[in-house]
Structures are given as structure tokens and as C-alpha cells.
């Protein structure tokens, strides 16, 4: 007969990982299933010429239709489509980026690492737009606090109430001549930038620095290849009970009992989830205000004319920063409310596709600007829209017969006046500083590239407007969980998963507490 | 046999035990063989040659489109691609042999220089986001990047230009299947 874990773990990633390095160093019991494989970096990879893959480079055509980071070195690390579909209508295209593997996202994540603040915890109190979340940014602080160094976070403190410090690996690094420039540019019309904020390390992962110590308190149980169908309720208690999975490799059925389930799948796995088991939605916005936030790729491109021909001096490129959100802090300065971010960098050689040349005057002017190139990308805070959201398509399964997702998404005005206003912000701020712009543009990405997709299983004080309360507990179900970026509120325009990193380390202390106490 | 073993002029490379497992050094295939073209009409590849020559030409040294192969790579990339794509191709080449009769009374391949930049006109118009909406300019655009990439990530390109610029190793992480 099969144990009965304290706690079922649906999920390896940042959430997941975090939940069970939490647990299971406080002496619980775990069991964590995983969908995908688990990665060996020295057998399942290698150094090859592009001109030895069989595309040249270009990767199979049409076998990612909505991952635009994929390339043909990596096709083998994001989740088949045709092996998990999921639908659309054709004119909201929505790109759903997945990882199916021990690890999840966290294996190939960017490592931007930012704090929310209360203009994200209580931001219907700054624009009465939406609503705020059960808890504050004193509330989370502590748990960033401990997060960061683990994670190993460099940053630079600047004091700003937008963009809370952390506990850093102080980054004093010297800028580059055109860095100083742009920075120069963006203050003399009060527009903040600092350093970076970046997990550090050779690999910064839920598979080195979460799992180890998990598996190493001799608390975790890890399965991979273990895709769950659905979360099991008793039907005397209304409590969850397990899971059914299913074997990957050999399609077997097999159930999973724990006292407690706590779901950290990624944002719109964890809901679909959730909507296949027919739990935790008594207040019918299980699926709704999904969100994420808008890039803007290559917003502007701009060249340090110095640079040109080769004939700047050393020191006047390479690094980069970043521009927390400045709009709309104390007043309402624009035709939006909310507001964006930018990374910034120095260096490069701009696509020989912006240049409207071909032939030896193309390769005359792409060796012009070698290594001159300044680029950036917004990131915009996309408004939570209750008509926005996730349903269970009835007619399309995926390769394990469990249903599939339908996501209908959609940017608002807010979201196209808001890029806009980058745009013209960034082109105005590189010609101050001396740049010559090459080629701008203000067309977001589709919604879900950013890969920062989240709402859809929110928190709230109120049982009948969200699904989990201040501790990502289902209102409906007191032993169900749900740690992952679906619990959001808001998310402003700072990359998430710092936050979904201490939200989950709360709510995992949380439910070793009431395990501990007899409440679970 | 009298004497001492007769041994082999060049020693080969050490063989494994027959009891071992091998690994054995496999070829590419670009490296073997040249790409049979099917896809395009005689005319269309005649236009792609002519094309890849004129956006990506050797220069100093250089290999261009054509030592790299990329007409016949294009040729197999389209024929896998997607139906507006290989529309987008097809009617791009014939567009291009159209005007070339139609204002040089000559095919594309027989244009000189100046007559072939007339005809590449939207290919100098500033770059946008969005594909353009012309198709001949949406071709252009497609083409040029395809024929620029198709070069830099060929075999005869980077053995080149790697010698002068490490960076341009065309080497990467390459992740296996996983399972």
C-alpha cells in the first residue's frame, strides 16, 4: 500500500522547488510529481556547429509556432505542442510558452530579480483600478529578504519606493561612456535607472539550489514523468485527498495520496488543473483576470555615433541598466494609467535587417556600426480584465486525454497607449544622449511571450472575487494550495519570479505551521 | 609467413575493444552530398540564385549566398515551410522575372546591376515591425533575411570568417532529446 504524504507538490519549478525546500527542512513529509524528465546537463547536451543541424540554424518550420525564443538548439527543451495543444481565437493569438521538464522554467529563466511594491500590493488604492492584493509589501519583505540570498541577487540599492531594495551582492560595477550618457539623459527629465537585479551563479535553478537540500533532508519524494490528471477530493470531508497521474512513459494510471496538496504547476497549468478537478471555484473567477506583462522587443535601436567604424575608445560600450516604472507614482501624468519598465544595454552589432540596404552597402554599413549598437525593451504592466482568461476547451485534448486549455486574451488601450508612450520616451531620451535612433517601433509582443503569465487563480480577502486567500489557500478548500504565479493580483511591470519565490516560501511556512498545529 | 609481422604503413585510429561500445564518427550530410533542388521551378531558382547573389555577394574574401549554398537550402527550408510561405516565395520570384520582362524585356537572371536595383526598390524602403503589406515587399523582406542567415550559418562562411572573429564560431549549446 502507497504512503500517504503530508504534502503533494504538483510542480518542480521556482514555485514547486520553493515550496519544497520549505516543507521538507521543517521535517515534512513530501511527494513531488513532475510532468516532464529530468534533465542530465552532461549526457543530454553538447556543443554542435550550427551548420551541422539539419535546418541550418532556422529549426524545423512551423514546430513552434508560439515560442519565439526556441531555436534549433534548444527545440528539445520546450513542451511539444501537438503533445499538449491548446486554442485560441485567431485574432487574440495568445503565445504559451512552456517547459516540461524537473526544473521547469526555472532551468532557462532570465534571472531578472525585482521586488513588488505597494503601488503592485494596494494598487486600486494609487489608480482605483482593479483591486488589491489580501496582503502588503510588509507583508512578502521578510521572505525577499531570504530569497535574494539564496538566489544570490546582485543589485545596486537606490532607495526607491517604486522598486524596493533587497539584500544584494552590491553591484558597484563601473559604467560604460554611453551608459553614463543614456543615465545622464534619462535624469535630467527625472527618469530613475539603476543596476541590474540578477540571480547570479554558473546556474541558478530550482535543481541546484531548492531540490538538493529538499532530497538532502531525506523529506522529499521526487517523481518525474508524472503527468497529474487531476487533484482527487474525499467525498466525506470535501477535502483534497491526491492526485491521479499518469505515467509518461507508459501512459500508466496511478493515484497519489497526501493530507495536503499544494499546486505549483506554472500559472495557467495550475488553473487548468484545477478547472479538470471541478474544485475551488464556488466564486466563479477560477480562469479569469489572466495577465502578464507587454514587451516591447528592440523599442528602439539606437547607434553611439563615436563608435562608428570602428573607432571608439575602450570603455564607451558594453553593460546596460534598467528603468523602473516612473510613470503615474504620484499623479496621473498620462493617457494610462500604471506604467513600464526598460533594460537598457550597450554593445552590439544591430540586425542587418533594419538596414534598408542589401549587398556590399549593407555589409559596408553593418560594419560601420559594429559593436555600436544601443538597444532596449520595455515591459508593461498589462491591466487584470475579468474577460481575460482560461477555460477548459470540451473538444480538445491533449496526448494523455486530459483537456485542454482555451485562452482568450487581449490587450487593452491602456496597454497600446502605454507602449506608445515608451516609444516616444526612449527615442527622445536617446537622441538627448546623443544616439542616432536606427529604427523604433511600439508593437507588443503577443500576449503570453513574455512568459510572464499570471492571475487566473487570485488571491483576496473575499470568497466570492478570488480563489485563494492571503495565504494562496483555496477559500473552498482549507487543504489546497496554490503557490504559483496564477495567485497574482497585479503585477506591474517587474519580472515575477522573485515574487513567486517568496510568496511560495510563505504560504509553504504557513502549512508546516497549521501541520504542526493539527489545523491541516 | 617467415619474418616479422608486416605492419600497416599508416597506423589508423586506435580501434575499441570489439566488446566495448562504440561510438562511431558520423558525417553530415552537408558535408557528403549536395542538396537535390525539387521545389522551385527551373525559372524561380534561376531568380533565387540571381537574388541570393545580389543581397549577400562574396566580398573580400568572403563567401557569399552562392558558395554557401543557400539558393538550394531556401529550396528545401520552403519546401517544408508553411503554405503562406511557400506562396509568398513562389509568387516573389515570379514577380521578379515578371517585372524584369515587363521592364527590361529580359528575365530576372539576365538584369544588370542597375536594372535589378530598380527592380529591388522595396527592399530600400526604412524597415517596419510588422510584415509589409505589399507582397512583393513582404517577399523582399522575408528573402533578405533568410539569404543573409542561410549565409552566416553555413559551413563555408564560418571557416572563413572565424579565422578573423572567434565570435563567429557558429557554435551552440545544442539540447538533445530529453527523455
Not at chain 1, 323 to 345: C, H, M, Q, S, W
Not at chain 1, 485 to 509: C, K, W
Request: aromatic residues 10%; glycine residues 8%; contains cysteine.
Amino acid at each position: 500500500m502507497s504512503p500517504t504524504y503530508d504534502v503533494l507538490i504538483i510542480g518542480s519549478g521556482a514555485s514547486g522547488g520553493m515550496a519544497a525546500y520549505t516543507l521538507a527542512q521543517k521535517g515534512v513529509n513530501c511527494l513531488m510529481l513532475d510532468a516532464g524528465p529530468e534533465v542530465d546537463f552532461t549526457r543530454d547536451r553538447s556543443l554542435k556547429r550550427v551548420y551541422d543541424l539539419p535546418y541550418r540554424g532556422f529549426g524545423r518550420p512551423g514546430q513552434f509556432p508560439h515560442v519565439t525564443q526556441a531555436s534549433e538548439f534548444t527545440a528539445n527543451v520546450w513542451a511539444d505542442e501537438k503533445q499538449n495543444p491548446y486554442t485560441y481565437d485567431p485574432n487574440d493569438p495568445y503565445y504559451w510558452v512552456r517547459i516540461r521538464l524537473v526544473g521547469g522554467k526555472s532551468l532557462f529563466w532570465g534571472r531578472a530579480s525585482w521586488r513588488l511594491s505597494d503601488y503592485e500590493f494596494k494598487c486600486k488604492d494609487h489608480d482605483d483600478f482593479g483591486d488589491n492584493w489580501p496582503i502588503g509589501y510588509s507583508d512578502l519583505a521578510p521572505y525577499y529578504d531570504r530569497v535574494e540570498p539564496l538566489f544570490r541577487v546582485s543589485g545596486r540599492k537606490e532607495g526607491l519606493p517604486q522598486l524596493p531594495d533587497g539584500v544584494f551582492i552590491e553591484d558597484n560595477s563601473v559604467d560604460s561612456e554611453s551608459v553614463k550618457r543614456f543615465v545622464k539623459s534619462c535624469a535630467a527629465v527625472g527618469i530613475p535607472t539603476t543596476k541590474g537585479r540578477r540571480a547570479t551563479g554558473q546556474f541558478a535553478s530550482s535543481v541546484n539550489l531548492l531540490l538538493p537540500d529538499a532530497l538532502a533532508s531525506g523529506n522529499l519524494t521526487l517523481v518525474s514523468n508524472a503527468v497529474v490528471r487531476n487533484i482527487t477530493v474525499d467525498r466525506n470531508t470535501g477535502l483534497v485527498n491526491g492526485a491521479n497521474f499518469v505515467d509518461r512513459r507508459s501512459k500508466r494510471e496511478m493515484h497519489a495520496k497526501a493530507r495536503v496538496v499544494m499546486v505549483g504547476a506554472s500559472c495557467l497549468e495550475s488553473t487548468r488543473l484545477l478547472l479538470n478537478s471541478g474544485i475551488a471555484n464556488s466564486s466563479g473567477v477560477l480562469g479569469h483576470y489572466l495577465f502578464d506583462e507587454f514587451y516591447v522587443k528592440n523599442i528602439v535601436q539606437a547607434i553611439v555615433p563615436e563608435l562608428r567604424n570602428g573607432s571608439g575608445r575602450h570603455g564607451v560600450i558594453r553593460g546596460g541598466g534598467y528603468i523602473p516604472r516612473f510613470r503615474n507614482l504620484k499623479t496621473r501624468e498620462k493617457n494610462f494609467i500604471r506604467g513600464y519598465a526598460v533594460d537598457f544595454g550597450s554593445g552590439g552589432t544591430p540586425d542587418p535587417t533594419y538596414f534598408p540596404l542589401y549587398g556590399e552597402a549593407l555589409q559596408k554599413e553593418v560594419n560601420a556600426c559594429k559593436e555600436a549598437g544601443f538597444e532596449m525593451t520595455a515591459m508593461g504592466e498589462v491591466l487584470p480584465r475579468f474577460e481575460n482568461h482560461v477555460r477548459i476547451d470540451p473538444n480538445v485534448q491533449d496526448a494523455f486525454g486530459i483537456p485542454a486549455l482555451h485562452i482568450q486574451a487581449r490587450y487593452s488601450d491602456n496597454e497600446h497607449a502605454m507602449a506608445r508612450d515608451a516609444m516616444d520616451t526612449l527615442d527622445e531620451r536617446c537622441r538627448a544622449a546623443g544616439f542616432e535612433v536606427l529604427v523604433k517601433h511600439s508593437q507588443m509582443v503577443p500576449p503570453g511571450e513574455s512568459i510572464h503569465e499570471l492571475g487566473t487563480c487570485r488571491m483576496g480577502d473575499d470568497p466570492k472575487t478570488s480563489v485563494l486567500n492571503k495565504w494562496n489557500q483555496s477559500h473552498d478548500v482549507k487543504n489546497l494550495f496554490v503557490v504559483d504565479g496564477s495567485s497574482f493580483v497585479s503585477g506591474g511591470s517587474q519580472n515575477p519570479t522573485l515574487t513567486i519565490l517568496a510568496l511560495s516560501m510563505r504560504s509553504s511556512e504557513y502549512v508546516a505551521a497549521q501541520l504542526r498545529s493539527g489545523n491541516l | 609467413m617467415s619474418g616479422a609481422e608486416q605492419q600497416p604503413a599508416t597506423p589508423k585510429a586506435a580501434r575499441a575493444p570489439i566488446d566495448e561500445t562504440p561510438t562511431l564518427q558520423i558525417a553530415t550530410t552537408d558535408s557528403a552530398a549536395e542538396t537535390v533542388e525539387h521545389y522551385f521551378s527551373e525559372s524561380q531558382f534561376q531568380v533565387l540564385e540571381r537574388l541570393s547573389d545580389i543581397i549577400a555577394p562574396p566580398i573580400s574574401g568572403v563567401p557569399g549566398a552562392l558558395a554557401a549554398g543557400v539558393p538550394a537550402f531556401l529550396d528545401f527550408l520552403t519546401s517544408q515551410s508553411s503554405a503562406h510561405i511557400q506562396n509568398l516565395y513562389r509568387d516573389g520570384l515570379d514577380a521578379l522575372n515578371h517585372q524584369a520582362q515587363s521592364r527590361f524585356k529580359t528575365d530576372f537572371k539576365g538584369t544588370t546591376a542597375s536594372q535589378a536595383d530598380e527592380i529591388l526598390a522595396p527592399l530600400r524602403k526604412p524597415w517596419t515591425y510588422e510584415a509589409p503589406a505589399e507582397p512583393l515587399q513582404a517577399f523582399l523582406v522575408l528573402a533578405k533575411g533568410q539569404i543573409l542567415q542561410g549565409t552566416v550559418n553555413s559551413r563555408e562562411w564560418i571557416s572563413v570568417v572565424s579565422k578573423r572573429d572567434r565570435r563567429a564560431s557558429g557554435l551552440g549549446t545544442y539540447w538533445h532529446t530529453i527523455d
